[in-house]
């Protein structure tokens, strides 16, 4: 039957609805799809812009040019005396810098550098020419490379094997086709020629000083309006290191220039701390070991180019500051007193007939509360001339034979090894063992009981070797035979006790380069008993002066090793006045090592050395005290406590000669300078008569500062 109009009216409507609905459904998706790309959309976005956003500037700055740090250095930080006067100083100098860009060609840089010298004077060059150099200028005009390589022919082009010479092969053949007529340059062709060199000798993306000297305001001017035409060249600072003369100039050490850099041996410690290859640095010494301070803070710099790798602008990201400034322990006028010190002791000594093989003179002045030096003197002598000149260095780099001066240190071994006990008597008497020559004391002259204090006090070498066959253990008896089971042993107490006091060890000195003291042999298995037992008298290790000075400001300080140190304090010149200052950081007293010794026993050394210069004890009818020439009867205005030594060596020539030792603190009631003196090769007259210089020098020293500084 069919349907009627009706039903399918009805029909029509419901079919409409259903359609309906269903392109509800599909709009309300696609605008679910819409609204879904835009939040990847979204999402993306905030991942480039936010997220990531140096990742991509990275990539657009690799297409469309990019940003390139560099770094240079500020002025040198300057060296003041304790005083404040200057030593080592930096002068700023005007200079014109070039930077390297990226692919930059040879003819760029020819046409930039005879640009400049439309601008610059050529007393402003920093470089003279070689041959090589102006072949150089001469084929970075394009024009001159051609008309040499027009005169090759194909068979010099190409190798042996037929195929085309390298770049740099071939270029090195055009160089040889260079006529010398051709070189004869105008003076303005040497000096764009000079310019050239330096540019050209610059690395990619590095600052090379091209010019310096009279850069007057209108050229500077000039340079900064035109850096479009000039690419990579900019204004900027470069200095000069001046030293002033004296004694103390050689501690101070060298800086390396711009072109030298960072030396090979120090180049990757150095670029680990963020250093650039062609830094100025300090070499050796005070320069180099306050090169920290002395650097200053460096200008930093982003450098722009374009995608060709041209060099666009530079921005300023850290302005540089100068160095910092350090100031020194010594005292010009005292250092220069003490060396006169030297010198005229020199010369009495040389009157008195006792200077014929003498070939220098040393002393270290230490404050005994700090360690800070106070003084480092050092002359050398040529005994042949006469000739005296001065060696300040030797002071710590020169060893010489200590003798009786360690005698404090070998009573030290013995009580940490427990070989004697508190101020324990020992009969001196000479001492003759199975096969070696007789060991005797000056005053020996059969059994002579004595205590510690006096064997300090009369400089008794056979209570120390008593002392050292104790720690053997083998007591001394008449004509033993000594093993040698301890001797390995033995050694290492002795020089253990020795390098508590600094002695034969690193004093930790701060400036580098000082000697540790000649052990003969460092390996104590390849030693043998004899040269045990001399060491227990000092004759046979050797030591600096510096070392000896060391060890008397640990006697002085009752055991305390304090570091001997030139740097006073580290001051700040932020406005580059030129003066020293404000004080920034006061160097503070080092503890090196705690010699092992109780307060009763230091106070016997104390004691002994007291009695040394102040001693009134006769032994074999001649006075006791070794150093009596320091005592106040004799000249000295203040108390001073001291260990004399006389070593016996012998003189190149081989005559028979000492080297003259003291080590010393005064004032001996409270201790504020220490002395180390040592004076090689005095001669010996008949009877085994001496020379007292080392005493009279310890003297003219201590006098010396109590009456420039006065004593506390």
Do not use: C
């Not at 680990?272 to 070991?289: C, F, I, W």
Request: charged share 15%; no cysteine.
């Amino acid at each position: 039957m069919p349907k009627s109009y009706k039903n399918s009216k009805e029909e029509q409507s419901e079919f409409l609805k259903k359609n309906a609905k269903i392109t509800g459904r599909r709009v309300k998706l696609l605008l679910f799809v819409i609204g879904l790309l835009f939040l990847v959309l979204i999402g993306k976005l905030f991942q480039m812009q936010i997220m990531n956003k140096s990742f991509y500037e990275a990539q657009m700055a690799s297409s469309n040019g990019t940003t390139t740090q560099i770094v240079q250095g500020a002025l040198r930080g300057n060296i003041y005396d304790a005083k404040g006067r200057p030593l080592a100083t930096t002068s700023a100098i005007q200079a014109v810098n070039y930077t390297r860009g990226n692919n930059v060609a040879a003819s760029d840089m020819r046409t930039i550098a005879t640009k400049l010298t439309d601008v610059l004077t050529p007393d402003t060059a920093i470089t003279d020419l070689t041959q090589r150099d102006k072949i150089d200028f001469y084929l970075a005009d394009p024009q001159n490379l051609q008309k040499i390589g027009d005169t090759l022919t194909p068979k010099e082009t190409t190798d042996s094997n037929g195929n085309p010479l390298s770049a740099g092969a071939l270029y090195a053949l055009e160089v040889t086709k260079v006529s010398d007529s051709v070189l004869n340059f105008s003076a303005k062709d040497t000096f764009a020629a000079e310019l050239f060199k330096e540019m050209n000798s610059t690395t990619t993306y590095s600052t090379t000083v091209i010019a310096q000297g009279n850069i007057t305001p209108e050229q500077e001017a000039y340079i900064s309006a035109h850096e479009g035409d000039l690419a990579g060249v900019s204004i900027g600072v470069t200095w000069n290191r001046n030293y002033a003369q004296n004694d103390l100039t050689p501690l101070l050490g060298t800086v390396t220039t711009s072109k030298q850099g960072i030396p090979a041996e120090d180049l990757d410690a150095y670029l680990k701390k963020g250093y650039q290859r062609n830094d100025r640095v300090g070499t050796a010494y005070l320069e180099k070991s306050y090169e920290n301070i002395l650097q200053g803070k460096k200008t930093i710099s982003d450098i722009n180019t374009d995608s060709n790798g041209n060099i666009m602008g530079t921005t300023l990201v850290q302005q540089g500051q100068k160095g910092g400034n350090l100031k020194l322990t010594i005292d010009l006028d005292f250092q220069n007193s003490v060396d006169n010190i030297l010198r005229n002791e020199m010369n009495a000594m040389i009157a008195d007939g006792y200077g014929d093989n003498a070939n220098g003179a040393y002393a270290v002045v230490m404050d005994s509360k700090t360690g800070g030096v106070l003084a480092m003197s050092g002359i050398k002598r040529d005994p042949s001339t006469g000739e005296i000149t001065n060696n300040t260095m030797g002071t710590f780099q020169d060893v010489f034979t200590p003798g009786s001066v360690v005698k404090p240190a070998t009573l030290t071994a013995g009580w940490n090894a427990g070989a004697i006990s508190g101020n324990q008597v020992l009969d001196d008497q000479p001492i003759t063992l199975g096969g070696s020559s007789t060991i005797q004391s000056w005053f020996t002259n059969g059994l002579l009981p004595i205590n510690v204090v006096q064997a300090l006090e009369y400089s008794s070498n056979t209570y120390m070797v008593q002392v050292a066959l104790k720690m053997l253990g083998q007591p001394y008896t008449p004509n033993m035979t000594v093993s040698d089971t301890n001797r390995v042993k033995v050694y290492n107490e002795l020089r253990a006790a020795y390098a508590q006091y600094g002695l034969g060890t690193d004093t930790g000195f701060d400036v580098p380069g000082e000697s540790i003291g000649l052990i003969n042999p460092t390996n104590a298995s390849s030693s043998d008993i004899a040269n045990l037992l001399f060491e227990a008298f000092g004759q046979y290790d050797n030591y600096t002066p510096l070392q000896l000075a060391t060890y008397a400001t640990t006697l002085a300080n009752n055991g305390t090793r304090l570091a001997p140190h030139l740097v006073e304090g580290i001051y700040t010149d932020k406005n580059n006045t030129g003066t020293l200052g404000q004080l920034a950081q006061t160097v503070q007293a080092k503890t090196m090592d705690q010699v092992n010794i109780s307060s009763d026993n230091m106070s016997l050394l104390h004691e002994g050395m007291y009695q040394v210069v102040n001693g009134n004890d006769y032994v074999n009818g001649q006075l006791g005290a070794t150093g009596y020439f320091m005592r106040q009867s004799q000249g000295a205005n203040y108390s001073i406590s001291a260990k004399t030594g006389t070593a016996e060596t012998v003189a190149p020539n081989g005559a028979h000669v000492t080297v003259e030792n003291v080590v010393a603190f005064a004032p001996t009631e409270n201790p504020q300078i220490a002395i180390g003196v040592m004076v090689p090769n005095t001669t010996v007259k008949d009877g085994g008569f001496t020379s007292k210089i080392g005493q009279l020098i310890t003297n003219d020293i201590v006098n010396l500062y109590g009456s420039t500084y006065k004593f506390k």
